[in-house]
């Protein structure tokens, strides 16, 4: 018997009872589609993280305080308090410094923000006029936060879309800019400030939500709204990319030395790059899709079993068949070859469903939470070659245990 015959005989089993073999293959589709969805899922959040930390600027560097000791218990990376204003200024000026371009102190809270009756509790930033060509910031109408609104401490503020859209509401957008809003004020902590521009929308969602962000002058936000004198972070920009390394090691030297701390094992700051800060969140994000993936995995597992289940009762049913071929001279292979067809046949179709499933259930999850769809062909391709050997394992033992019947007691079976 051919390959052919042994196909079209399987085939011809399997749609004997269309229903039993239906529920065989369910499992199998929802473990495949489980895979694809979720690896998919996990991708698209990494490239979605990845966009968003690319937006924010080229060749950057992020100085961060160190974590706060008390008692030789060490809190969180960035809870101190040891970065100024005058640290950002210093850098600037410094000769010993060649491969920085800009320097953009940051101090960033959480803070209520009100327009009329509507309210919202979203990021707000202060900021000076470097902000924005350091992180590449654009502006859909309006201006951005001048030296003088930072010499002065002016009330004046600059609203991501998000914002605007929770505080304004989409119909105070009828040009699509905003610029109806321009001169109209909004309160931040009780303080009141004149709206003098809207960025144009990064995207994004939750904490990394770059559009849900209103910016002040960096000493306002010090002396009025929060009432400190330190910053939060310092944002630099390095002549190159090749330079970078070269920059983050002229800073920190400079920083240690403005400290007056001689070992650098004990600085009270950390720099980052765009690519520590990158590596850190795909390896997060991958640990995640790895987690969720291997979750769905199981679901192959049991349907695997499932297969296997099935494939039993069917031998047990076609014994008498099982009996008659091999008095008619069929040898062992042949039959082994055919349940073990039927149970690939029966995973391969669940894989293939399964992948569909998959694909439609990733598109439709991408579209309901706003990340980029992706799916990855070595996802798909892992998902259906899974599937064929779980066909195998699972139809191994069934299709063995038929053609080691004996034929005349295989006859002889009520």
């Known amino acids: 018997m051919d390959i052919t015959e042994l196909l079209y005989s399987a085939i011809e089993a399997l749609s004997v009872n269309k229903m039993r073999t239906l529920l065989a293959t369910l499992g199998i589709v929802i473990g495949i589609g489980a895979v694809i969805a979720l690896i998919s899922l996990g991708q698209s959040s990494q490239k979605s993280v990845q966009n968003q930390i690319q937006s924010l600027g080229s060749n950057l560097l992020t100085v961060m305080p160190g974590a706060q000791r008390s008692n030789n218990v060490r809190s969180a990376s960035g809870s101190n308090t040891t970065l100024t204003y005058e640290d950002a200024t210093a850098i600037l000026a410094s000769n010993q410094i060649t491969t920085v371009k800009n320097v953009s102190p940051e101090l960033q809270r959480r803070a209520q923000a009100v327009a009329g009756r509507n309210n919202t509790n979203t990021q707000v930033l202060g900021v000076t006029p470097a902000y924005a060509e350091v992180r590449k910031l ?79 002058p960096l000493t306002t936000a010090q002396k009025i709204v929060f009432g400190v004198n330190y910053i939060s972070s310092i944002s630099l920009e ?40 990158l590596n850190t969140a795909s390896s997060v994000t991958g640990t995640f899709t790895a987690l969720l993936s291997g979750i769905a995995a199981i679901s192959l597992i049991v349907g695997g079993i499932g297969i296997m289940n099935i494939m039993l009762v069917t031998v047990t049913e076609r014994t008498r068949e099982i009996g008659l071929r091999k008095a008619l001279g069929a040898k062992k292979k042949i039959i082994t070859s055919q349940f073990l067809l039927e149970s690939i046949i029966l995973t391969g179709m669940g894989g293939v469903l399964g992948m569909v499933i998959g694909i439609l259930g990733s598109l439709l999850i991408s579209h309901l939470i706003n990340l980029p769809f992706t799916v990855s062909p070595n996802a798909i391709m892992l998902a259906i070659g899974v599937s064929g050997v779980i066909g195998i394992i699972f139809g191994w033992y069934p299709a063995t245990r038929a053609a080691n019947l004996q034929p005349i007691e295989a006859l002889r079976y009520e």
């Open 238 to 277: 390095a002549k190159s990319e090749g330079v970078m390394t070269q920059a983050q090691d002229e800073v920190g030297y400079f920083l240690l030395a403005r400290h007056r701390i001689s070992d650098p094992t004990q600085a009270d700051f950390s720099i980052m790059s765009q690519a520590d800060i």
């Open 138 to 216: 654009g502006l859909s109408t309006g201006v951005f936060i001048s030296s003088t609104d930072v010499n002065s401490a002016a009330k004046v503020a600059v609203l991501g879309p998000q914002v605007v859209s929770d505080l304004f509401g989409e119909t105070r957008l009828p040009d699509g800019q905003g610029s109806n809003l321009i001169g109209q004020s909004v309160r931040i902590n009780k303080q009141s400030f004149r709206i003098v521009g809207i960025t144009a929308s990064k995207g994004g969602s939750g904490f990394m939500n770059q559009d849900d962000i209103i910016f002040i």
